[in-house]
């Protein structure tokens, strides 16, 4: 199967029910035809972050099933799978044949030495400062070899996820056998994690380094285009190196996105919405909500930063059970510019706020990436936040398939799934058709969006001070 222009749930293996047999029997149950692609979040055996501390992606982690299961899951929906092409677990067999044998195990050159990197009277404080780092120290951690020496090695992110030196042919070799196995067991587009970290050149800040990023990038597309696959290349930053992404024909995330609505619902005013999604690239997966918070810093001059802040201070005001504390060091927070909420209980819990924003995001240019807590409307969930003291697992609920039943029970619900159905199926929305944005009045948006062939229409008239909205399907108006 290949990437399909149809909204893409995201999920964990064991978030919709207890694994991937039970994911597809709640998609085949009580989704419909509301999804057509799923990215299924990493799972691998893993050592931490929730699956993003891979041990190997040899094998699928046995309390989520096999690969007969993920590829059952294929056989029907278009499939994303995580490689994350920054960092390996150091539970893995690679860091420990390296941990033994040192310098003469075979796996050496995988890792990059922080000790090696630095030419001779580096790093300074100055080289420190400039590292662009999601912690508030030097990015590495210590090794004790076997031999009982030790040694320094990059750590970007959590303890367990060391990082790989891509540089490498050993490294090379290892990301492209282990991108075709993937590809070979079901997946039609491989999400690059942390992929603007991956690459580090003295000199720089380590963040989206060019032009060594692009030779990188090249290297994975080949591998991954010879399988006849895509790639979603991950970066949470400044709206303009997505755009670079784009510019080389890659698809990329609207990450933008969920901030610019979440300031056109409070505020009442569209004007940043139709200039966002004008701007915006076809090419795209858009989201509101993933698994990660609501990043902040992505949305930084498309809204001004008074926009941000009266954003920012709206959704603790506005928002259900949404404190700072949760997007603090006390809750694990790894990043500060992100906020951990639900995007439904950023609104408040209001099931016509809601709606309104899951209709902008099915207009917008690019194909809508649902995460399964906003598929179920779903409320911030304080004693999941509390009994593991996890800032992102407030919008990280354990559907059990009962309770998905009696979810989609709802009429936000319904709605929302009888909205992805329509624009599932909708030509109207084709990649290669074209969008048109008009603001009438500063409360009042008008998309319409016309099929490459001009036989489709579809227009959808919104007021976002009112909440009122009307949508038309060559001139005949459906109500959802």
Not at 115 to 130: A, M, N, R, S, V
Not at 409 to 427: G, H, I, Q
Request: glycine share 6%; proline share 4%.
């Amino acid at each position: 199967m290949t990437v399909q222009n149809k909204a893409m749930l995201i999920t964990y293996p064991d978030s919709l029910g207890k694994n991937i047999k039970e994911l597809t029997e709640v998609l085949e149950q009580d989704f419909g035809d509301a999804v057509g692609g799923v990215h299924l979040l990493p799972f691998f055996p893993s050592t931490g972050d929730r699956g993003f501390a891979p041990v190997d992606y040899k094998d699928v982690d046995p309390q989520f099933g096999t690969w007969e299961d993920v590829e059952k899951l294929g056989e029907k929906y278009y499939l994303m799978f995580d490689f994350m092409i920054n960092h390996i677990s150091r539970q893995s067999e690679y860091y420990k044949d390296f941990k033994k044998n040192k310098d003469a195990s075979k796996w050496a050159d995988l890792f990059l030495s922080w000790d090696k990197f630095w030419p001779e009277g580096h790093p300074t404080q100055e080289d420190i400062d400039l590292i662009y780092k999601r912690k508030d120290r030097a990015p590495y951690q210590e090794i004790h070899f076997d031999d009982g020496t030790t040694e320094k090695l990059w750590n970007t992110f959590g303890e367990e996820q060391i990082d790989m030196d891509v540089r490498t042919q050993v490294t090379k070799d290892f990301i492209k056998s282990t991108l075709e196995s993937l590809i070979d067991h079901g997946a039609d587009i491989i999400r690059l994690d942390a992929f603007a970290y991956a690459v580090k050149k003295f000199g720089t800040n380590d963040f989206f380094v060019e032009p060594e990023i692009w030779d990188l990038l090249n290297e994975v597309d080949e591998v991954v285009k010879a399988k006849k696959a895509e790639i979603l290349p991950e970066i949470h930053e400044h709206y303009s190196m997505p755009f670079k992404i784009s510019d080389h024909g890659y698809f990329v995330y609207d990450f933008a996105l969920p901030m610019v609505t979440l300031y056109s619902i409070y505020s009442g005013k569209t004007d940043q919405l139709a200039k966002w999604l004008t701007m915006s690239p076809m090419k795209q997966f858009t989201t509101l909500d993933t698994h990660d918070g609501i990043g902040v810093v992505d949305a930084r001059d498309i809204l001004t930063q008074d926009q941000i802040d009266f954003t920012t201070n709206e959704l603790y005001r506005i928002g259900a059970n949404v404190k700072k504390k949760y997007s603090s060091a006390e809750y694990h927070n790894l990043d500060i510019y992100q906020i951990n909420t639900t995007f439904y209980s950023a609104l408040g819990d209001d099931d016509q706020r809601y709606f309104m924003s899951r209709l902008i995001q099915a207009f917008a240019p690019g194909i809508p990436q649902v995460y399964y807590v906003g598929l179920l409307a779903g409320k911030n969930d304080i004693k999941l936040l509390e009994e593991t003291k996890e800032g992102r697992n407030i919008n990280r609920h354990y559907y059990t398939k009962e309770e998905v039943a009696e979810e989609v029970k709802r009429p936000v619900v319904a709605s929302l799934l009888k909205l992805l159905s329509f624009r599932n199926n909708e030509a109207a929305f084709d990649l290669d058709g074209s969008i048109d944005v008009e603001t009438p009045d500063e409360h009042s948006i008008i998309i319409s969006r016309l099929s490459a062939d001009g036989s489709r229409k579809v227009v959808m008239e919104a007021n976002l001070k009112d909440l009122t909205y009307s949508v038309k399907v060559n001139g005949q108006e459906i109500k959802f």
